[in-house]
């Protein structure tokens, strides 16, 4: 299989990094949209896994993780610091 050349690899890939960024989009996330959006995650990874093989799934599964953690930090990191100055001057 020539990775490259596949488009359902690429589509899965893209699937998996969209729904990786969902946590860092929303304002409140709930428990059950937790189990959700991780649920849908793992199911397009394993997709990935079971339609491509095992070491492009795990590329992908691991590129996409790394990659919902670091928005979800820089986004919990970007609203602190919004919320800083607010918290600042309301306790006075």
């Known amino acids: 299989m020539n990775i490259p050349q596949?488009?359902?690899y690429w589509l899965l890939s893209a699937g998996c990094l969209c729904v990786a960024s969902l946590p860092a989009l929303m304002r409140k996330i709930t428990k059950a949209r937790a189990i959700a959006i991780a649920?849908?995650?793992?199911?397009?990874?394993a997709a990935t896994i079971w339609?491509?093989?095992l070491l492009p799934g795990l590329a992908t599964t691991l590129v996409s993780g790394l990659w919902g953690v670091i928005l979800?930090?820089?986004?919990?990191i970007f609203s602190g610091i919004r919320s800083m100055p607010n918290q600042r001057f309301?306790?006075?």
Request: glycine share 4%; net charge negative; with cysteine.
């Open 72 to 76: 979800l930090a820089a986004s919990l």
């Open 51 to 53: 339609q491509s093989g």
């Open 6 to 8: 596949e488009p359902a």
């Open 39 to 45: 649920a849908l995650w793992l199911a397009l990874c």
């Open 90 to 92: 309301e306790e006075r």
